[in-house]
């Protein structure tokens, strides 16, 4: 009987234990955006027992603590709330590398929701008689903002490609 209730207990006092420690240790807070096993949500909870998440579809996810504990997550609110995020674009491999650059950075600057501290920048990654791939690398202040934000910059990068008639 005493086994079958520690292991019917067990889970719940790795949680509030696990609940207790991130409250000391502060891997993250409310406010802050985490991302657990594929799923990326707003903390809006953190309770001894549970962590809950209010992902971007307004959907609440409960993650108990220790689980949360026991796996690696993502905080994309540390160290600060901005952080950078990438979209790839491939180009024809003949464009020259200087202009295809200047081209996507003026579109990743023109483009609403991109921090101009820290800048956007491009980088060349790889090409091949197919295709030379560029990443459009650019900052964004909350992860709240970044589908919107990356929809700009595609918008902007094939207006920016349009007018240099590519």
């Known amino acids: 009987l005493v086994a079958v209730i520690g292991f019917a207990v067990r889970d719940v006092i790795a949680d509030v234990f696990s609940g207790v420690t991130a409250q000391l240790e502060r891997p993250y807070a409310i ?6 096993q594929g799923r990326v949500g707003q903390v809006v909870e953190v309770s001894w027992r549970a962590t809950r998440l ?17 796996q690696p997550f993502v905080n994309y609110s540390l160290p600060r709330r901005h952080f950078r995020d990438t979209l790839k674009v491939r180009l024809e491999p003949s464009l020259p590398a200087p202009r295809a650059r200047r081209i996507l ?17 491009i980088r060349l990654i790889e090409f091949d008689r ?3 791939v560029y990443h459009v690398r ?10 919107a934000t990356k929809d700009a910059v595609a918008g902007a990068v094939l207006d920016h490609l349009d007018k240099a008639g590519l």
């Open 31 to 36: 406010g802050d955006w985490i991302e657990f």
């Open 54 to 70: 209010l992902t971007q579809e307004e959907v609440t996810v409960v993650v108990p603590n220790g689980l949360l504990a026991r």
């Open 105 to 121: 950075l003026a579109a990743a600057r023109s483009a609403d929701g991109v921090r101009n501290d820290p800048p956007p920048d």
């Open 130 to 132: 197919q295709a030379a």
């Open 138 to 147: 650019f900052w964004v202040d909350d992860y709240r903002a970044l589908q």
